[in-house]
T-cell receptor
Framework: DQQVKQNSPSLSVQEGRISILNCDYT??????FLWYKKYPAEGPTFLIS?????DKNEDGRFTVFLNKSAKHLSLHIVPSQPGDSAVYFC?????????????FGKGTLLTVNP | GAGVSQSPSNKVTEKGKDVELRCDPI?????LYWYRQRLGQGLEFLIY????????KSGLPSDRFSAERTGESVSTLTIQRTQQEDSAVYLC?????????FGPGTRLTVL
């Protein structure tokens, strides 16, 4: 059973426009959410995170929104740039102790067209 | 650089052989994680180390998989009697708190 779901395998947007990547989760114990970006042949790179006590976190062009009641989060990239083209993974953890193992979605391939 | 490194970057092996994958975490990071990514899938958690102990091995798919960590540093993931379904990218991450830093991964192909 997939506890973290990214239902869109791919997304294509025009440079300068907004990219919105979505993620749903099922495990109520998750209390920390992260977005990672991955280029081919490289490991995932941390992008932005949000704790379940917040509903929004912003870092430059990247904003993550969390809707706990809907068990849904989204990543907004504004404005999108061609260099943002990569696979984006949503991940979640339940920080009960010191084990912050992450549960990942399958990823969304974002293509930003010049 | 001071990032997480993994070796080898690629490994091709024959079914039934044993393989060892190595991870060098960021210096000072006490937590170390192994994940794998099979084709078209997300990353799957395998095992977590805190220091040299592994309090969570729940993601290891079978007893053919084992891992150890020494000196609160280097970790080795060993797969015995490899099978074709073991083919994947194996990723290591280290952390000091919430954020995990990933290595580039080892692409394992079992023929």
């Amino acid at each position: 059973d997939q506890q973290v779901k990214q239902n869109s395998p791919s997304l294509s947007v025009q440079e300068g426009r907004i990219s919105i990547l979505n993620c749903d989760y099922t495990n109520s114990m998750f209390d920390y959410f992260l977005w990672y970006k991955k280029y081919p042949a490289e490991g995932p790179t941390f992008l932005i995170s949000i704790s379940s006590i917040k509903d929004k976190n912003e870092d430059g062009r990247f904003t993550v929104f969390l809707n706990k009641s809907a068990k849904h989060l989204s990543l907004h990239i504004v404005p999108s740039q061609p260099g943002d083209s990569a696979v984006y993974f949503c991940a979640a953890s339940a920080r009960g102790g010191s084990n912050y193992k992450l549960t990942f979605g399958k990823g969304t391939l974002l293509t930003v067209n010049p | 650089g001071a990032g997480v490194s993994q070796s080898p970057s690629n490994k091709v092996t024959e079914k039934g052989k044993d393989v060892e994958l190595r991870c060098d975490p960021i210096s000072g990071h006490t937590a170390l994680y192994w994940y794998r990514q099979r084709l078209g899938q997300g990353l799957e958690f395998l095992i977590y180390f805190q220091g040299n102990s592994a309090p969570d091995k729940s993601g290891l798919p079978s007893d053919r998989f084992s891992a150890e960590r020494t000196g609160e540093s280097v970790s080795t993931l060993t797969i015995q009697r490899t099978q074709q379904e073991d083919s994947a990218v194996y990723l290591c991450a280290s952390s000091q708190n919430n954020e995990q830093f990933f290595g580039p991964g080892t692409r394992l192909t079992v023929l």
